[in-house]
């Protein structure tokens, strides 16, 4: 491992160049300064028993080795009636990807690899997506139109997905602004992955087919936290219905950045919404660092038409390659090609994201179009790298290339058939840079950053589908679908307001859509506000994430666990005690957990005398200094017998007043 000084200066140095602040010390200012912009495309499975387009099931999920049929596709382009090519087609044409898709006979049929026409479309998840799109404040369509939208990277089998609007022209209401709403679709979900290492890509078709929901909004998040903010709202508008799949990938967001001077990138399914504040900060910045580059190399580079880059394959020398990183080129057969950048000093280490520079946008793409498996590309200006400095020089030497002092090298290590995709790889995105922020599709990582994943594909991408008729959607109907409704999130957030619940659990109780069992407690029960919604929104959610539940827990047994208490006479705080062993067995009576806890009943009288004897054995042990140490000291002692037996408010009142 070496380190290359002059390189992490660059960094550092362009870091400040760009006024690159940190998320957490981000201002509006910094974001209003850089012309911060971003919008949402929010997907949502339905809760429905069969696929979009066929009777076949969902949510049986197949293991990645269990499968009973392989089918084997290749992508590629076909040029439109203007004579054109898509670039997404094109680029994943470069890739040469066998797809293989794994079968499971109990979750797929002849429709999951395009063998038959569709079915009609379901009746049960349409009715789900508009009851959704009313929710959202759309304005319905008077027929769906089904269309193919192109999905090029094989993740489903066909080359499109069938997808369907149903409403434009609405709004979501956040407790500071309204955000647009551009349209709401319902369409069919994509394969899972199960690999993609070079050329291969491997997926499972259980997925593919469920019903989704897609709400894409107008750009109109003005910063990180409100990216965030607005896409919490439109999940829990989502599961206030009780209709969609909740868990582990029943929902992903595809966030769309951009800033002043760039252009809109999209960064593919983040599955978890704490994920896009990071993700959106890092992106707006990335594009205005590579806006940085375009400016530097515009001033460095006059005719940048005719620019391109020098190359040469080197022969296979055993001696230089026979040990450390490098030793698997020659067994392996893959060619060491020195690349040779003019003018590109410096642009190389040249900060995108934290962590990353300019380097790592050429590498993701050779990893992604030239399908190269690391380790695979060594540069000049590499921060830090397996390979020393003084290997990279010997293998540079070995080259007739003539490298000016403003140029950057790297050392490219690819297999004959793909190192002409490489080179027209490097090429095109050393070019792209003359121009700033190219259109992409970027893939979200857990640490905030991003990779490249394809070109972004392009408007005409969309076409009829001419297999699916038109479906009619009466008034009648729809004002069927708009009966019972339920309330609006901001309302549900307003109320919870004015009860004096605590912002910081809004999120876990709107997210399980149990405000409807706060507002019963509260209202029914006559629950003090904040006492329910601490309860739900943190001892509830917190006992949760200690129990691994077996099945989804039905949320009414806590109703139903509080008024047996106030029936019974029972002070309702020794719900929380009960809490873990309902969550454990939600069929269990509740007499028998109150055997199980061992809770005994006993006259708050009684309690109440004990505090004389407690006073005394505190100051037997401890002497009578401190009151705070007292008043912890004496309730701790008591606090077992009394939950549920007196309100712990007034147990707290009794001992204060018994002070020395």
Known sequence: MFENRSAKTNYQKTLKNIGYVERKLASQE??????????????????????????CPVGLYQKADDFDAEVIRHMRPTMSELGEYDGTALMEFKTRKNITYRLKKETACTYEVDDTPPFPINKEALGIALRISLLSKLNIVGEVHITRKQYLDGSIPTGFQRTAILGVNGEIELPYKKIRLIQLSIEEDSCREVSDIGHDRIYRTDRLG???????????????????????????????????KTGIGAGREDVNVSCKG???????????????????????????????????LNKRIK???????EYEILPQNPELFKRGIVKDTVATGKKAIVVNLPNFKKILSHFTQPNKIFADEIYDRLKVIACLIPPFMFHTEELSSTLSSKRIKQILNLSQLNFGKNDAQMIVLAPDEDIETALETIEERCKMAFEGVPNETRKSLTNGTTIFER????????????????????????????????????????QMKKWGIPENYYSYILSKNIFGLLKDLITKLKINPKYAGKFIGQILKHEEGQIKLKDRFNYQLIYKLFDFLIKNDIEIELAERMLPELLEHPRMEFESILSVIKFKKIKPEKILDNINFIKNKFVLLKGKDDKKDYINWVMGELRYSAIGNIPLKKLYKAVTKNLF
């Open 30 to 55: 910094d974001y209003d300064r850089i012309g911060f912009m971003s919008g949402l495309e929010v997907h949502q499975q339905l809760d429905t028993k069969k696929k979009l387009f066929c009777n």
């Open 210 to 244: 469920t019903p989704l929901i897609e709400t894409v909004t107008h750009p109109d998040f003005a910063n990180p936290d409100e990216v965030k903010d607005g896409c919490d709202y439109i999940r829990f508008l989502n599961r206030s219905t009780g209709m969609v």
């Open 262 to 296: 760039g252009t809109r990138v999209e960064i593919k399914g983040v599955a978890h919404t704490k994920w896009i504040p990071d993700l959106t900060h890092n992106e707006a910045f990335r594009q205005w660092a590579l806006l940085n580059i375009r400016s530097i």
């Open 303 to 309: 005719d940048k038409d005719n620019w391109k880059i």
């Open 455 to 494: 070109v972004l594909p392009g408007a005409e991408r969309m076409y009829p589908d001419t297999d699916s008729a038109p479906i009619p959607l009466p008034e009648s109907y729809i004002e069927e679908l708009s009966k019972d409704l339920p309330n609006e999130i901001i309302d549900n957030y307003k």
